[in-house]
C-alpha cells in the first residue's frame, strides 16, 4: 500500500482514457482504473464525475435523447444497499 499524505484541501486525481471505445470497453477500462487506484492504496472515494463525448458508429458527436427529450446528464445516486446491509447481516 501506498503512503497516505492528508491534505486540508480535497486534492482531486484523474483518470484518461483515450481514443473512441464503446460502452463495454468503457466497462472494461473503469474496472482497471478502479484497480490502479486500490493498487496504491485508493479506497474510497468523495464524488466522481465522468465526462465523455457520446459519438455513433462513425465516431460523429450527437446529442443523446431520453423520451424524445435531449439530455446532458445521468445521475447516479450511489451503491444500492440491500435490507440486508442495512440488518448487519
Do not use: W
Not at 18 to 36: H, K, M
Not at 54 to 59: I, N, Y
Amino acid at each position: 500500500m501506498a503512503h497516505c499524505l492528508r491534505y486540508p484541501q480535497p486534492y482531486p486525481m484523474k483518470v484518461k482514457l483515450n481514443g473512441i471505445i464503446t460502452t463495454e470497453e468503457l466497462r472494461q477500462l473503469l474496472y482497471q482504473a478502479v484497480s490502479e487506484m486500490e493498487d496504491v492504496g485508493i479506497t474510497q472515494v468523495r464524488g466522481c464525475n465522468l465526462y465523455f463525448t457520446p459519438v455513433d458508429g462513425s465516431g460523429h458527436s450527437y446529442k443523446p435523447r431520453k423520451h424524445g427529450i435531449s439530455i446532458s446528464e445521468i445521475k447516479v445516486d450511489g451503491p444500492y444497499r440491500c435490507a440486508a446491509d442495512d440488518m448487519g447481516v
